[in-house]
């Protein structure tokens, strides 16, 4: 298993080094910051020294070797933008991103899990039917849209909560709900899948006619075995999320957290912050993928690292 | 087993339930106007949304309308703009004169002092004017100065400034120049830029990286003592979530709202905005070469209709030049090109087009509805008989092509914002040959452009821009389509007149 963890982590190291270079190298070939900057009635001499200021005159390959160089010492540089260090500002922004991710998902698989073992259970009742329509619908909303909606009735008609902000209990419902809804939608469905899955096998046939009673079938075997699908679906969706995917429903509540950070950084060009995220998303998902595969290691017993 | 499902199955409904239903128990750490406006006797504090958070407070460094709406209220300068007419009056400074071409000589107010009881001195103006100018200090700002060459302290109530050549703009360009204290930003470089001390007649009491920044008024502030007591900025980027939380009664001003939004609004204000929006004509190679061409493109589009339809009215038609009463070289006797869609046919059988297809450049979301109006235009060009080929490009792309002449295109659409509220940035930004934006080429234009630059009579420099104008009206520079108004959404009981700077001026604000 150490060796494992090892290998893994070297891995995770050429990745995060492969993101970075593919990053630097094509956003210095295509992005043009000094124009985005300025003032567009600014001279092009005022483009020049703001240029050779920010060091994007000199050739390609020097520049991505001075990056690289300071990146292994996980200095990042000034954020052209805020003039204070970069990889500090995507520190500051994280934790609101991950308490709003880290409540998103607790509710998701609050509300899911049970509902997704029930309908598999009672298949093709009433509850199962709409419960795999219901998730087909809330993967389908758009996340803005929703957020809006909510917003409008529960913030401003009924006055229940915040329209936008951070800080409190009462600022987080909604957002936490909108965010929900996507991954809600993924792990009821392949809750439901797997569950029905396990319980229509061989080995859950043969536990009923030994006597078992359906609750040991459910959650001593089954769900067990169904776990391994679960926690997959549940990692990917938590790292994505952290890594940005909540750029919408935070831009709509005005939640000051990643997702909001990434959006204003692509939008200025502001490359040093943008290194610094591009490095941070790529260690939290590698992360994450490898807290998941290990996680198969307790789950499956068939399974040795 | 059905009861240990029902349990499963109630738990988590239940927990769901009480996660869902508010939490009234919770701290309000971060007070918002939920809590405030039931009690509105005792209310002498507003808050405000803004489009985003500034980047920074230092207020000599950024292009970054975010952060003037805070250190508007907290800094001044030595003269300052006049809200609505736009000329130049007395702030920091009581008196300025011009001792000669180059030389100009401003008396200090006295009995001035920073928000941390330092007295401003000649010290300080000098120093002010010296930083925003140094190369080192690499200010997005430091092109509104640059023909700044010296500034020197003659006595304690008195400052030079020397400019390179005439400048007959500098009095403009000073209302532009925030005063810093220099023993404050010498002994504290790293508070600058998040802890702000000016003379304003507001200080800064708490920035709370990305969720709100605090002012308080200064009781000790030398001018007028502004009635509200304090202000709280928050940072809402979405339009409609500004507009719910003007609705749900959180904020008391929301900037930038949609003319969509307006027949929501509890109470709005509007002002004219600095955006000019045109279509830049390439007058150096190809189609749009033709005298004939660009006017018959001026005739076949109906700009009032533009303004109602898309803008629903709030928006001006552009007079037939970038500029509106107020900037210095605006010509009241022109007027838009009329919408005649007729004459437009006919100029273009005069100039023998023969049908080749014309390029119209443009992008989409930096203005508002910039996409919609260009495909507007590109409509009503075709109607008139243009064969128009629409682009959209992204936004790094569009600002490649704007400043590449090489890559100019028969048509693109732009806007101008002009700051200095002074014509000599436009011409020389998109008239005069090699201008960062010109693609337009006259040489006799350009010896006028140079002329009113340096001329300090203030009358023949008026008659010298107007001159100007009617020579890129009958030969067009472009087409000047609309000047977009600012929309304010703000709660029933504030009461504020917006600028004509688009300047938030909280200590013009009262409640009511």
Same mark, same amino acid.
């Given at each position: 298993m150490k060796r494992y963890i090892i290998v893994r982590l070297l891995y995770t190291i050429v990745v995060i080094l492969g993101v970075s270079i593919l990053v630097f190298v094509v956003t210095h070939m295509v992005g043009n910051p000094v124009n985005t900057m300025l003032p567009l009635q600014a001279t092009e001499a005022e483009r020049a020294a703001l240029r050779h200021q920010l060091g994007l005159?000199?050739?390609?390959?020097?520049?991505?070797?001075?990056?690289?160089?300071?990146?292994?010492?996980?200095?990042?540089?000034?954020?052209?933008?805020?003039?204070?260090?970069?990889?500090?500002?995507?520190?500051?922004?994280?934790?609101?991103?991950?308490?709003?991710?880290?409540?998103?998902?607790?509710?998701?698989?609050?509300?899911?899990?049970?509902?997704?073992?029930?309908?598999?259970?009672?298949?093709?009742?009433?509850?199962?039917?709409?419960?795999?329509?219901?998730?087909?619908?809330?993967?389908?909303?758009?996340?803005?849209?929703?957020?809006?909606?909510?917003?409008?009735?529960?913030?401003?008609?009924?006055?229940?909560?915040?329209?936008?902000?951070?800080?409190?209990?009462?600022?987080?419902?909604?957002?936490?709900?909108?965010?929900a809804v996507v991954p809600m939608g993924h792990l009821a469905q392949i809750v439901r899948f797997s569950m029905a899955e396990q319980l229509n096998a061989q080995y859950a046939i043969t536990a009923r006619a030994k006597g078992a009673s359906e609750t040991a079938v459910l959650f001593g075997h089954a769900l067990k075995n169904a776990a391994t699908s679960i926690v997959t679906m549940g990692g990917s969706d938590f790292g994505r999320l952290l890594a940005g995917e909540t750029a919408a429903v935070e831009v709509v509540f005005g939640w000051p957290g990643f997702g909001t950070l990434i959006v204003d950084t692509i939008g200025r060009q502001d490359f040093p912050l943008l290194q610094a995220e591009v490095f941070f998303v790529a260690v939290v998902i590698c992360l994450i993928n490898l807290i998941v595969d290990i996680s198969y290691a307790y789950l499956d017993p068939r399974i040795k690292y | 087993m059905r009861k240990g499902l029902q349990f499963l199955l109630i738990l988590s409904l239940v927990v769901t339930l009480i996660a869902g239903c508010g939490g009234s128990s919770s701290q309000p750490t971060q007070q918002s106007g939920k809590e405030g406006t039931t009690s509105t006797a005792t209310k002498d504090t507003i808050i405000i949304a803004l489009q985003g958070e500034p980047s920074t407070l230092d207020p000599q460094f950024a292009d970054d309308g975010n952060m003037r709406a805070v250190t508007d209220n907290v800094f001044e300068r030595l003269l300052e703009l006049d809200g609505k007419t736009l000329e130049p009056i007395n702030g920091l400074a009581t008196d300025i004169k011009s001792i000669d071409d180059v030389t100009w000589q401003l008396t200090l107010r006295e009995g001035v002092k920073f928000h941390n009881g330092d007295p401003f001195t000649a010290e300080d103006a000098v120093f002010s004017i010296k930083r925003v100018t140094d190369p080192a200090y690499k200010s997005q700002i430091a092109g509104n100065f640059n023909t700044?060459?010296?500034?020197?302290?003659?006595?304690?109530?008195?400052?030079?400034?020397?400019?390179? &050549? *005439?400048?007959?703009?500098?009095?403009? !360009?000073?209302t532009r120049l925030d005063i810093v204290d220099k023993k404050y930003i010498e002994s504290n470089p790293d508070k600058v830029a998040t802890e702000p001390i000016g003379t304003g007649p507001y200080k800064v009491t708490k920035w709370n990286r990305g969720v709100d920044i605090t002012i308080e008024r200064n009781e000790d502030y030398w001018g007028n003592k502004p009635q509200i007591k304090g202000a709280t900025y928050r940072f809402i980027q979405e339009s409609s979530t500004r507009l719910s939380a003007l609705k749900a009664g959180e904020i008391d001003l929301a900037v930038n709202m949609l003319p969509e939004y307006v027949s929501e609004l509890p109470a709005y204000k509007t002002s004219d905005g600095i955006e000019f929006t045109f279509i830049r004509?390439?007058?150096?190679? &190809? *189609?749009?070469?033709?005298?004939?061409? !660009?006017?018959?493109?001026?005739?076949?589009?109906?700009k009032k209709a533009l303004a109602d339809s898309l803008y629903l009215g709030y928006a001006n038609v552009a007079q037939g030049q970038l500029a509106k009463p107020g900037y210095f070289g605006y010509n009241d006797e022109i007027k838009a090109y009329p919408y005649d869609p007729e004459k437009a046919k006919a100029l273009l059988k005069e100039a023998g087009y023969n049908g080749e297809v014309i390029e119209l450049v443009s992008e989409r979301g930096r203005w508002l509805k910039d996409g919609e109006l260009t495909e507007a235009v590109a409509g009503m060009l075709t109607d008139a008989g243009f064969n128009i080929k629409l682009t959209f490009l992204s936004w790094q792309e569009w600002l490649d092509t704007l400043f590449n002449l090489d890559k100019a295109?028969?048509?693109?659409?732009?806007?101008?914002?002009?700051?200095?509220?002074?014509?000599?940035?436009?011409?020389?930004?998109?008239?005069?040959?090699?201008?960062?934006?010109?693609?337009?080429?006259?040489?006799e234009v350009d010896k006028m452009i140079d002329a009113a630059r340096s001329e300090m009579d203030t009358e023949k420099r008026l008659q010298l821009y107007k001159d100007l104008a009617k020579i890129v009206y009958e030969d067009p520079f472009g087409l000047p389509l609309l000047n977009l108004k600012d929309i304010y959404g703000m709660s029933p009981n504030l009461e504020w007149e917006p600028r004509q700077d688009s300047r938030i001026t909280v200590f013009e604000m009262k409640l009511k």
């Open positions: 005159d000199k050739p390609l390959f020097e520049q991505l070797t001075t990056f690289l160089g300071s990146m292994v010492k996980l200095d990042f540089g000034i954020s052209w933008w805020q003039q204070i260090p970069a990889l500090g500002i995507v520190i500051n922004k994280m934790p609101a991103t991950f308490m709003l991710v880290s409540a998103a998902m607790i509710l998701s698989i609050v509300v899911a899990i049970p509902l997704g073992i029930l309908a598999a259970y009672k298949p093709g009742t009433f509850l199962d039917r709409f419960l795999t329509s219901a998730s087909l619908i809330g993967l389908c909303l758009p996340p803005f849209w929703l957020g809006l909606m909510l917003v409008l009735f529960f913030a401003v008609r009924l006055g229940w909560f915040f329209t936008s902000g951070y800080g409190t209990l009462r600022h987080l419902i909604l957002p936490t709900i909108t965010l | 700044i060459k010296d500034a020197k302290v003659i006595d304690d109530k008195t400052i030079q400034i020397v400019t390179d &050549g *005439p400048d007959p703009i500098l009095p403009k !360009r000073l004509f390439n007058t150096l190679r &190809g *189609p749009m070469k033709s005298k004939l061409m !660009r006017q018959a493109a001026c005739y076949a589009v109906d295109p028969d048509m693109m659409f732009s806007s101008n914002g002009n700051e200095l509220f002074d014509m000599d940035r436009f011409y020389q930004a998109l008239i005069k040959t090699g201008g960062p934006q010109s693609a337009y080429s006259n040489p």
